[in-house]
């Protein structure tokens, strides 16, 4: 017996709504990412967009707070707030809502990324290695890889100096 092919749409929008739960159920995701899972299902957009409105009304799917977690997740990692913005614009958020989002959050650049510097260098110092140039190139590179500016990781570099300086008085 065959079935009625709005039966078969209505199972598919069934099967496209579970696995979006699923997805939900391993971690946060943005609408995009949901929008993404749906459609690989096909779900029209109309569909799609009575499940997203569905998720979010019970409190499954929310952009704003997303940014949120995501921005103290990639902040505890030391990422810059540039960096923090082209990740989230690339995960389907609209780059204006971050920066809404975003806006209110302070965000010291300097002091993380000196303290992600400061991490390297006294792991460099406890193993006996110098705080060389060789080294200064490597957090200059690190910190340009977590997003910082020049003029940050130029800032940085000189305190790192300046602790180098010390160090090496404290040996004499």
Do not use: H
Not at 21 to 26: A, G, I, Q, T, V
Not at 60 to 71: A, N, P, S, T
Not at 100 to 127: F, H, N, T
């Amino acid at each position: 017996m065959m079935r009625s092919s709005s039966s078969d749409k209505g199972d598919n929008k069934e099967k496209a709504r579970q696995a979006a739960l699923r997805k939900l159920s391993s971690g946060d995701r943005t609408e995009k990412e949901i929008l993404d899972v749906l459609s690989r299902w096909g779900c029209s957009s109309e569909e799609s967009s009575e499940i997203i409105d569905e998720f979010k009304e019970w409190g499954y799917l929310d952009d704003e707070k997303y940014c949120l977690r995501y921005f103290e997740y990639a902040s505890s990692k030391g990422k810059a707030l540039a960096r923090i913005v082209r990740e989230l614009v690339q995960k389907g958020i609209p780059a204006e809502k971050v920066r809404a989002v975003l806006d209110d959050v302070p965000a010291d650049e300097r002091g993380k990324a000196l303290a992600a510097a400061m991490k390297m260098a006294r792991s460099q110092a406890e193993i006996g290695k110098p705080l060389d140039d060789k080294f200064l190139t490597r957090v200059g590179r690190r910190l340009s890889s977590l997003g910082y500016d020049s003029g940050i990781c130029y800032f940085v570099i000189g305190k790192i100096r300046e602790y180098a300086k010390e160090i090496n008085k404290e040996d004499e």
